[in-house]
């Protein structure tokens, strides 16, 4: 069969493969073609799968691409302790996720991570210091911080350990929590110190208060350090809306009087342009709303110029009056 399908590239007549020369024309048969070669079989692997051609990159490697990811959430957290990290240069980095050499790298980035965990770890030392600072204030005040005192001692042993994603959600935690308690006391603490100045201006300048200022200053600061701001923010504004409805009915009367006192004083030849001006200014604000400052000018006015001359009370009412 084979035979049969050769033939003489010359005369194209059948030869065999056993001649070296045609039978019929004599031209020699080493200028034969070769055969074809049978074509390759396709073979489908089992099961029906198809195979995929092999990427040539090298695959990327769970491991660093989880290491590099916790690196960058590292980084973020210590942003409010106004921490830089340690990091490997993007071009390293994607060399790290692309080599084939996972080992080498995985040494590399080990010793970013040591160094990241030893300025944390300084850190928070530090930061633990400066927090019990706070926390004594806070225990001053009746604030409860059992509770944040162990939270931070939890912080510094998961930095120790290595579990440095712990130690940085309870930091996160504690200070979220303690800036929160100091910013309630402190807002009472300012409106503590600032209804009792405004009764003490109502008081220097003749308006009427419910109590001596000093004496209720104290008694406030008692209620402060007793740890019930709930109450004494209450309290306070009560007080401070009795105290503003008093300066509207009564800080009007006491700007005529005054400004009768220097308009005398001028005809007698003093020089009090400064004060009726002053004067002036104040009555301004009282009427555009700000009525603790114009109360404030007000004070400092009197005690520049007529604390020794004028009367801020009222004047007695005359007998028979109502």
Known sequence: MADEELRCPSCHERVSEADTRCPYCGAALDALPERPPPAAVRVEPPGGVRSTPLSREPAVAPDLARRFSKLQQWAEMVEPMGLTLPVLPRWAEEAARRSSDHDRWADVLAGVERLAQNQILLSLEEWQRDIKTRLTRLEAYAVDSRLERDQMDDALHFAKIGDISRALTAYQQVDRVISLKERHLDTAREDLESVVSLLR????????????????????????????????????????????????????????????????????????????????????????????????RMRRLLQMHGATTFRPSRPPAARGAP
Do not use: C, W
Request: net charge negative.
């Open 201 to 296: 201006d109502m008081a220097a300048v003749g308006l009427k208060v419910s109590s001596d200022p000093n004496e209720l200053g104290e008694e406030l600061e008692r209620e402060l350090r007793s740890g019930r701001l709930a109450s004494l923010k209450q309290q306070l504004r009560m007080l401070r809306t009795q105290a503003m409805e008093e300066v509207q009915r009564e800080l009007p009367g006491f700007v005529t009087r005054y400004g009768d006192f220097l308009q005398e004083e001028r005809m007698q030849g003093t020089p009090v342009e400064t004060e009726i001006a002053e004067l002036g200014r104040g009555a301004r604000l009282f009427a555009q709303g700000h009525g603790e400052e114009a109360l404030r």
